[in-house]
């Protein structure tokens, strides 16, 4: 992947201004093998899990990395350093200009012992199609991998002791424009950090996941816009809906674009639905495409299509554009089987129930009431490979921490 456009990948030649030509830098491309290590003399006590979750802040681990970038020369090396505050000039590019973008992805403590990431190749792979969609710089995507397993290397062992198996903790690559200029123009500064803290389980809401459809004057994404890509600007915009809908006691939005209405995603979760086709035939487990550019591709739902296609060969994957009617149909023809959203912070969370205009579309949620047969299994599917039940699973990174034998 080339780096942004304003960067220069090697070095030129001044023009001499006494006799003598002089070279500008050359490119320096982001290199985790150069990571600078400053380790933290107070080290925090680990909360609970409980009690880090009930904080109205979020509780990050000792570390953090930094990585800075300018237009001329390229990537800084890399800092590991204690977790803490750094300052921004008021005029800031992303302070102004939403030049920001981001990755989401956990790390897991297995029953075996061992910490595990899941695909981060593909979290990283995203990370640089949404910092170049936002003129941002890019950067070797294998490299962000190595920095995410360096920080967890260090503070793997403490924060997510082998004592609590499991357990997760929510990694939160970032990076923002720093230039600080004002003015509607690419930002010629970076900074790319990376912070680690603990996120409560949403996956298992009482009653399931309760949705209702977006109000008829709000999109959350469009067509030729940037709703494919991991930036803040997607999500700001999508909270006062939610709010309101919270407020009567709903979890998510389920975001409809188009005059008729089409479905795209849920929340900050991709939308599943699994249902008997009118005519016949094997049940369809049905979602949004990316075609669009609409909703993110989600690596969670990569995955699920992924686990489906490979292992149960009676469901149909039909991945289309449908409408909030076609699911009102099928609800009201009894053949909604279940349904299900997917996402690194709900993963696979089942859905009870959608609103739209008042009419509640409910779909089954198993014998249990704790999710429908399929959503449970791609649940247990993919926990098991996040958690060791799968030891030998592609999808599986295992961390080497500090002070295990090699």
């Known amino acids: 992947m080339a780096p942004s456009a304003l960067a220069t990948p090697a070095a030129t030649a001044a023009a001499p201004s006494n006799g003598v030509a002089k070279s500008t830098p050359a490119y320096a491309e982001l290199d985790a093998s150069k990571l600078t290590y400053e380790r933290t003399k107070s080290p925090r006590p680990v909360p609970t899990v409980e009690a880090a979750t009930a904080s109205s802040d979020s509780i990050c681990t000792d570390h953090m990395i930094t990585a800075t970038w300018t237009a001329g020369t390229g990537w800084a090396a890399p800092q590991l350093k204690p977790y803490g505050p750094f300052s921004l000039m008021p005029t800031a590019s992303v302070l102004h200009y939403a030049t920001e973008c981001f990755e989401g992805l956990k790390v897991y403590r297995g029953h075996d012992g061992r910490l595990r990431l899941f695909r981060p190749d593909c979290n990283a792979r995203r990370m640089v199609m949404s910092s170049t969609r936002i003129s941002l710089p890019g950067f070797p995507p294998e490299e962000l991998e190595k920095l995410l397993i360096a920080l967890l290397a260090v503070d793997g062992p403490r924060w997510i002791p082998k004592s609590r198996p499991g ?8 990076m923002i424009g720093t230039q600080s200029q004002l003015g509607v123009m690419a930002s010629r500064e970076a900074m790319l950090y990376i912070i680690c803290t603990f996120m409560p389980s949403l996956d298992s809401p009482a009653g399931g996941l309760r949705l209702r459809t977006s109000p008829e004057d709000m999109i959350r994404a469009w067509s030729g816009g940037f709703g494919y890509a991991k930036v803040g600007a997607n999500y700001g915009p999508s909270l006062l809906a939610t709010a309101l809908a919270k407020d009567d006691g709903f979890h998510q939005i389920l975001w409809l674009y188009g005059p008729e209405g089409l479905c795209t995603e849920a929340g900050a979760s991709n939308f599943f639905i699994l249902w008997k086709p009118r005519e016949g035939g094997k049940p369809q487990l049905v979602t949004a495409p990316l075609d669009d550019k609409i909703i993110l591709d989600g690596v969670t739902r990569r995955s699920v299509l992924e686990l489906f296609r490979e292992r149960c ?47 509640n579309l409910d779909a089954p949620m198993g014998p249990t009431g704790e999710g429908g047969e399929y959503t449970l299994k791609v649940r247990g599917w993919l926990k098991d490979i996040m958690y060791g039940g799968e030891p030998q699973h592609k999808w599986a990174v295992i961390i080497p921490e500090e002070g295990e034998e090699a």
């Open 313 to 359: 060969p009676e469901i149909e994957i039909v991945e289309r554009k449908y409408t909030i009617k076609e699911v009102e149909e099928a609800h009201d023809e009894g053949r909604i089987l279940e349904s299900f959203a997917a996402g690194t912070a709900y993963f696979i969370c089942p859905i009870s129930v959608v609103n739209h205009r008042g009419k």
């Open 167 to 174: 357990t997760f903790l929510y990694l939160r690559p970032t």
